[in-house]
């Protein structure tokens, strides 16, 4: 059975940082290429950041391009996402899930940038 299970989120002031973490069980985590996702109210889920297979390689959405790391420790199936000088429209429901052959949805975990 397939787990996705996002922590990290929080409530931070604009020009701050978050580490979001994602634990993943159930499938052979370190042969798919992982990504982060947010969903905003009132707007669709969009794709944040990528990270391929053997974490060498990354890929992001150009408005947290310079801001947003993604990386991926293999050994304990866990993909993370550092977030930093966060602004008011980052906020969002961040979700992990395997970039190319998505798995359900985990609950996600709450970033709200706010003064």
């Known amino acids: 059975q397939v787990q996705l299970v996002e922590s990290g989120g929080g409530l931070v002031q604009p020009g701050g940082s978050l580490r979001l973490s994602c634990a993943a069980s159930?499938?052979?985590?370190?042969?798919?290429?992982m990504s982060w996702y947010r969903q905003a109210p009132g707007k669709e889920r969009e794709l944040v950041a990528t990270?391929?297979?053997?974490?060498?390689?990354?890929d992001y959405a150009d408005p947290v391009e310079g801001r947003f790391t993604i990386s991926r420790d293999n050994a304990k199936n866990t993909v993370y996402l550092q977030m930093n000088s966060l602004k008011p429209e980052d906020t969002a429901v961040y979700y992990c899930?395997?970039?190319?052959?998505?798995?359900?949805w985990g609950q996600g975990t709450q970033v709200t940038v706010s003064s």
């Open positions: 899930n395997a970039r190319y052959s998505p798995y359900d």
């Open positions: 159930g499938f052979t985590f370190s042969r798919y290429a």
């Open positions: 990270i391929f297979r053997a974490g060498g390689s990354t």
